[in-house]
């Protein structure tokens, strides 16, 4: 209480270092305000004020960081301060080491050649780049793929579809398979799942893109020949079918191997700035950053220009997510300390499988789903075993309740596709195929027109399958 | 080596225009007709977080665009050449050298940057970029600069009359022959051409004294034949040798010949050579205040 009262008027609290658990029952529920403000400016500046947005997210990201960290600092010192190197070292980090190391390696490999889009090489590039997402993540292989698909379809009438189709599969649903595919699964990983386990998404995971990609056929084949194409197009300029850059594979492979490797084994610990590190955490990253650094060494400048290869998009996600893990602490506290904590109320609410599934699933549509995971992964925590360390709750919930793992983990990485802002890909997706001339639909279009409707049909399918 | 069409890129920096003018003298050398290219950064329109594209803001700096390159249009229309405008999104090097290999242009024309930093260049990364891997000659226009001269005072530089007196720093190389090709097709632009070797320290370093007068009595015979081509084109040429570091040699004698622009051939280096050797044509480009003609 002493400590809530600290923070609200910013005056000195209590200095502990290494007392998360006591800070999550300290908290008062308005030290989320930060975090929730932080996800409302992703989900709200880029549809009301874009242009603002574009130039000032970063301004916006770390008001909302210090909003947070400079009262918490006050109220808690060093304990706020480790909390902050914490979830910065141990997760940011690593998070973005991992995305900007695949999304290094992933814009090195260029597919090209004369692809004519037909709906079977269409629904094929779809599934390829769903099986892709797992291993070289979901912005990869959206990478990859897009420009490639575009261009093979560029004499088409009807394109929007197959790129909101592209967001389903390639850049969401196909992430699901390992913790490479999708954030929130690399930052359970983090917390201690294990790399394979992840397959155990695998039912899920056939059943979302055996749906969607049999759906996504019909629908091209219903406007291929409602466009009256009998044949695709001669335009006289052949082009064999090639991967260029394919030896960035064998990066790709060692980002595989090194994350891999991380999760196999242990090698003691390792302390930087007070934070305890697993060895085998820090030599998996630096092997990530040498697979990126041998990938831009290795492909030539030309290739990756041909791929449009910028560093843009992986610098927002650095911006943001400082803002985002920053202002989601003491929501984690909180959520961590199960009854304890301030937000009980949401604890008892979400008890069964289908309920974190479908409201994991719904915040992460709309907010960023890598924290919603970690949320609701914090919310499971805090309600079957309040108080036990991180990792020893992990395990346990994956021994003697993983149903409510599975929910989590499908609801963040399915429901990511239900808005343009529920997975960093889905809007790099979107921008690439506007300035290809593709009109994509609005917010609301995408929403109402496309993802409600074809989605939701399919979660309930998912729900009534895997969940109840 | 006619120059017929030239790509002329642009970020509307100052006295861009002017810049594009001092090129309206290389009409009487054949000059048909000026592609002007703008690239909107893809960043400024593109990848907005969590939002996608901006499609009005791309539609306005178009227009915006093109109404600013429609007033050069007519400018050049008055000294008689054709021109064309090529707007597009895109990241600016390979957008340049696509559009300089699509339109099949004679000469890419780049900007410099105000000499600033530790290095104090004139040439930016970009422009380096392009120097380095252009297929076509590039001219590293430099309208108007400011520099220290040696004893620390700022000059300001105009250079507006670029094609009467270009000097042709000759490493009697392939490139650097084909440089002379393209001077010598530009007779009724250019006053005269100062013809110049610098004999390198890297050479003269590792030869005696009988070697160097032999290399200077080479040096000074392939230089009149250098003069001689010119003037069998009907230009007016003179020999100038030098020796020391070459690029500072090549800077010096543009000086003391009161140079117009510099001429020079260059070999394409991959990235590492880049990195770690330079090359004296991307020297002279970053150092002199001279407009910097480079022929690959």
Known sequence: MKAALSFLLVMPGPAFAGGGAEMGTSLPLYSVLPFAGMLLSIALFPLLAPKFWHHHFGKVSVAWAFLLAVPLTVAYRGAAV???????????????????????????????????????????????GTILASWMGTTG???????????????????????????????????????????PLFLGFLRGVPFFWTFNLA????????????????????????????????????????LEGSYNFLFLAGVVGAVLLSGMVHWGEVSILGVHRGLQDVVRDGLLVFMAVLSLVFTPRTLREANAFTWFPIQE???????IFITMIPCLKILQAGAQGQLAFLIAAVREPIHYFWITGLLSAFLDNAPTYLTFLSTAMGGFYPGVAENEAVMRLINENPLYLLAISAGAVFFGALTYIGNAPNFMVRSIAEEAGTPMPSFFGYLLKYSLPILGSVFVLISLIFFV | MKIEKILFPTKFRQSALAALETLSPLKNAGLREVVLQYVIPRDEVGFVPFGGYLKDEEERLREETRIRFEG??????????????????????????????????????????????????????????????????????????????????????????????????????????????????????????????????????????????????????RLEQYCARLAAAGIAAEPHLGAGKSALEIIRLSRENHATMIVMGTTGKDRIHQLFMGSNSHRVAQLSELPTLLVP
């Open chain 1, 82 to 128: 480790y909390e902050i190197l914490h979830i910065v070292l141990a997760d940011y980090v690593p998070f973005l080491i991992l995305l900007g190391s695949l999304y290094t390696v992933s814009g090195g490999i260029l597919l090209k050649g004369s692809l004519r889009g037909t709906p079977g090489l269409n629904t094929g590039i779809l599934a390829i």
């Open chain 1, 141 to 183: 292989a959206a990478m990859l793929l897009i420009r490639p698909l575009l261009r093979a379809n560029a004499h088409r009438t009807n394109r929007t579809f197959m790129v909101v189709f592209f967001i389903f599969l390639v850049a969401n649903v196909g992430g699901s398979l390992t913790p490479l595919g999708d954030p």
């Open chain 1, 203 to 242: 039912p899920h995971f056939l059943a979302a893109a055996g749906i969607l990609l049999t759906l996504y056929y019909f629908f091209d084949r219903h406007y291929y020949r409602r466009e009256g194409i009998t044949e695709a197009p001669d335009d006289g300029v052949k082009e064999p079918i090639r």
């Open chain 1, 317 to 323: 996600v650095a911006i943001l997510f400082i803002g």
């Open chain 2, 72 to 221: 050069w249009q007519h400018t050049l229309a008055a000294h008689g050449i054709e021109s064309k405008i090529v707007i597009e999104v895109g990241d600016q090097v390979p957008s340049i050298l696509a559009t300089a290999e699509k339109e099949k242009v004679d000469l890419l024309v780049v900007g410099k940057k105000h000499k600033t930093g530790p290095e104090m260049s004139f040439v930016g990364t970009h422009t380096m970029q392009l120097i380095t891997r252009s297929p076509v000659p590039t001219l590293v226009s430099k309208h108007m600069v400011e520099y220290e001269d040696g004893g620390g005072e700022l000059v300001r530089c105009l250079n507006d009359r670029i094609f009467e007196r270009p000097m042709l720093a000759s490493d009697w190389s392939a490139p650097s022959k084909r440089a002379l090709e393209m001077l010598a097709s530009l007779k009724n632009v250019v006053e005269k051409v100062l013809v110049c070797h610098v004999i390198g320290v890297n050479i003269s370093k590792n030869l005696d004294k009988e070697g160097l007068h032999r290399l200077e009595k080479e040096s000074h015979a």
